[in-house]
């Protein structure tokens, strides 16, 4: 344990003042997601809207995120991600507050659409930022520790945003949409804050490097294949797991109200311990990054996850399945920091943005893809069969990405950029 918090506290020592920063950013803007995300598909219920309303809102959002995230990946590689992200924040935090305060079906899907737009311009600028203000050396720590700091904002945005939509209608007495709207503009306001260290980034050295770097579009391919070749295998594998995560993780919060009638702040606690138990995931994820190399600790991760997802996916216990979201949720992320070390590294730092966005952008375009599928399988066969279809699709394609990861980046066939330069 004495080597585990020796081995942070010098990653932390080492690590530059405007990744200082974005972690301040980070935490109180998925803090407000966080607040957000929870509640805004049941607020969506309480209006009187069907589960398939629910996926069109989620399905217009990624639809947007899709289309826009490889555009929002460019401009981040031409003009840096200090402008581009303060763009997308003002248009998230407008976009937010208006899906906060409609209630027209034409309106929620507009402003849905435009939502997912905005934050797909903002996450677009993520992994570039922390890849061009970090050393290859610092990136598995700096990605884990990143990751649980996102865990555990969400851990308390979602915590709190379940326990304020149940103190303003049963403690204060509001009516129920009243206070999951005031909720909801809540978890804006806690995001809004997210602009005060992003006023205060400055441009690394790696960034002014890759500017110097970047090259006509017509050269791109001649001189950096290696670095195409494996965005474009990022690109499949994200497709298949986004369509296949797309089938469950919109609706976990959905799934517990529809199968066990939870109240939302059970929902709210148990959405949360899974952040949380995903955020400890990452802290120790280093450690079996040590022992077994980036690659296959993905595989061993991602593999372990498949039993708790079937648990879940057939448990008609409410306390069982919660078990098995937790452990499923915990093993499956804990995954995600060293799959994107790999892609950062493996990519020349003139090309990381598009590796993000088109990374985010099959995402997206599998959520898309997979909603009405999801919500057809419940509305179809009910809250049990409908759900556990799902998630055994699920399953399904989870291994099939695993042993694919594998075969692409199991036999040393490609190399991190740093390494062949």
């Known amino acids: 344990m004495s080597n585990l918090l020796h081995e942070w506290k010098s990653q932390f020592q080492g690590y530059s003042r405007n990744i200082l920063l974005f972690f301040w950013f980070n935490f ?37 995120a899709a289309i826009i995230l490889i555009p929002a990946g460019m401009m981040n590689d031409r003009f840096g991600p200090k402008r581009v992200i303060s763009f997308g924040l003002l248009c998230v935090i407008a976009s937010l507050t208006a899906r906060s305060l409609i209630e027209g079906q034409h309106g929620m899907l507009v402003s849905s659409f435009l939502g997912g737009a905005a934050l797909a311009v903002v996450s677009a600028t993520i992994l570039p930022f922390m890849a061009n203000n970090s050393t290859p050396q610092q990136r598995v720590h700096l990605f884990s520790f990143n990751m649980a700091l996102v865990m555990v904002a ?20 509001l009516h129920e949409i009243h206070s999951m709207r005031i909720t909801l503009l809540i978890g804006v306001g806690f995001a809004a804050l997210g602009v005060v260290p992003m006023l205060m980034f400055e441009k690394s050295e790696q960034e002014l490097a890759s500017n110097s ?18 965005i474009g295998i990022f690109v499949l594998l994200g497709l298949l797991s986004s369509t296949a ?9 959905v799934y517990f109200e529809d199968r066990f009638e939870a109240s939302k702040t059970a929902i709210g606690i148990i959405v949360a311990l899974g952040q949380a138990a995903t955020a400890i995931a990452f802290l120790i994820g280093p450690m079996i990054v040590k022992r077994y190399g980036e690659v296959k600790s993905v595989v061993y991760l991602q593999l372990s996850s498949i039993p708790f997802l079937l648990i879940t996916a057939f448990s008609s216990n409410f306390y069982l399945s919660s078990a098995g979201y937790l452990f499923r949720q915990a093993l499956m992320n804990a995954a995600n920091p060293f799959y994107n070390s790999i892609k950062m590294s493996y990519v020349h730092r003139s090309l990381r943005g598009l590796a993000s966005s088109s990374g985010e952008a099959v995402f997206n375009l599998g959520w898309f893809l997979a909603s009405p599928v999801s919500t057809g ?4 066969y009910g809250p049990y069969y409908g759900y556990a279809y799902a998630f055994c699709i699920t399953a399904v394609v989870y291994t099939l990405i695993s042993l694919l990861f594998l075969v692409f980046f199991g036999k040393n066939r ?6 062949s330069n």
């Open 245 to 253: 995560g797309g089938m469950i993780v919109p609706y976990l919060n």
């Open 28 to 64: 109180v803007w998925n803090l407000g997601l966080g607040m957000f995300g929870l509640v805004y598909n049941l607020y969506v219920k309480s209006l009187g809207y069907d589960q398939t309303m629910v996926g069109s809102i989620v399905g217009m959002s990624s639809l947007a």
């Open 154 to 173: 969400n851990v308390v945005g979602i915590a709190l945003g379940g326990a304020l939509c149940d103190f303003f209608q049963f403690m204060i007495g």
């Open 414 to 419: 490609y190399k991190p950029v740093e390494e």
């Open 213 to 230: 770097d970047r090259l006509p579009w017509r050269q791109i391919w001649k001189v950096h294949k290696t670095s195409l070749q494996v």
């Open 377 to 380: 399988l419940v509305f179809r």
